[in-house]
């Protein structure tokens, strides 16, 4: 019996999963977002989870994302004059 091989081609790095999800995340009108909004990003990336909340501080204190202030876990919004989607 034969056998087929996919090849998927390599992993995405972190800062491309990261801004894939959160063009997603932006495509269907979410402009807050929580580490609870990127499920198995980091993993997918072939990078620990923890990692990803990590990304996320360094987008913050680029100035890439800003902080949103809102009761509960940490959330972030894209900031408007970063040019961060294009």
Do not use: K, N
């Not at 990803?52 to 949103?68: N, P």
């Amino acid at each position: 019996m034969p056998t087929t091989t996919v090849t998927t081609g390599p992993s995405p790095t972190l800062a491309d999963a990261v801004r894939t999800r959160i063009a997603y995340l932006a495509s269907r009108g979410v402009r807050t977002f929580t580490v609870s909004d990127f499920p198995g990003v980091a993993r997918h990336a072939g990078r620990p989870d923890a990692w990803l909340e990590d990304h996320l501080l360094v987008l913050e204190g680029i100035g890439i994302l800003r902080q949103a202030r809102r009761p509960g876990p940490r959330a972030w919004t894209v900031s408007a004059c970063s040019e961060y989607l294009g």
